[in-house]
């Protein structure tokens, strides 16, 4: 299944001797054709981008005393990404783009050490539900020219994200089936979830960045920038 990230803002102020104005998005995408990135020709507003269900073999986290080792992460809901932000500069050769979206990444788990100060052990599936969490990628590029054309090559990317709403950790056979230390810790765990998101979310959140990156930046070798100024 392919998705749609829905275009929130109309244009992209370009400042260089390339391109200059403002360009509206609908005249970015117009007339243009991606297919090693859209899984058909689009209207301008609402190009499919297929991520599909993000998949990563395995994760280990060991911060803080806490050991948490996972493998199989799924995370679902990059289909449903909204687009917030979108720009390029030619003077520094630097573009941005942030997102917003709700995810839910599912993975077996298991864990050890301590957490809040407290023992905690388990060995189970996992779920959590990540509601409203936004993306910014800050992205240098160059120009690439190939017969005869002209084309953004994005080379590395910085991120940064911020889940804005809320996040539910739901950790299967806790304690070893322990009810009452699994309510408790999973009461501590969720109402710590910023703590929980900003102290070891990164490296669960990497995979999400890396793809987007990759797939912005062949979509950025898709198209020419001699187009823009047809606009």
Excluded at 110 to 133: D, R, W, Y
Excluded at 209 to 215: C, I, S
């Amino acid at each position: 299944m392919g998705f749609l990230i829905y275009f929130a803002i109309i244009g992209i102020q370009f400042t260089s001797t390339l391109v200059s104005g403002s360009i509206p998005l609908k005249c970015f995408l117009q007339n243009h054709s991606f297919p090693n990135v859209f899984g058909r020709n689009t209207n301008v507003t609402s190009p499919n981008f297929r991520f599909n269900t993000l998949k990563e073999e395995a994760i280990t986290l060991d911060k803080d005393g806490w050991l948490f080792d996972t493998t199989n992460l799924e995370y679902q809901g990059l289909d449903d990404a909204i687009l917030e932000d979108f720009g390029f500069n030619f003077n520094s050769n630097v573009s941005q783009i942030s997102f917003r979206t709700d995810m839910v990444v599912t993975h077996p788990y298991k864990t050890g050490g301590s957490l809040f100060a407290i023992p905690i052990s388990g060995e189970g599936s996992c779920n959590i539900n990540v509601k409203n969490v936004q993306f910014g990628l800050i992205m240098p590029f160059d120009i690439k020219e190939e017969n005869g054309k002209k084309f953004i090559e994005l080379k590395r990317f910085d991120y940064w994200y911020d889940v804005r709403d809320n996040v539910e950790f739901n950790f299967s056979n806790l304690y070893n089936g322990n009810k009452e230390l699994s309510d408790s810790m999973h009461f501590l765990i969720n109402q710590n979830w910023k703590f929980m998101t900003t102290q070891f979310g990164k490296i669960f959140m990497d995979p999400v960045a890396d793809r987007f990156y990759n797939t912005f930046k062949d979509y950025m070798l898709s198209m020419p920038l001699r187009d823009f100024n047809s606009c």
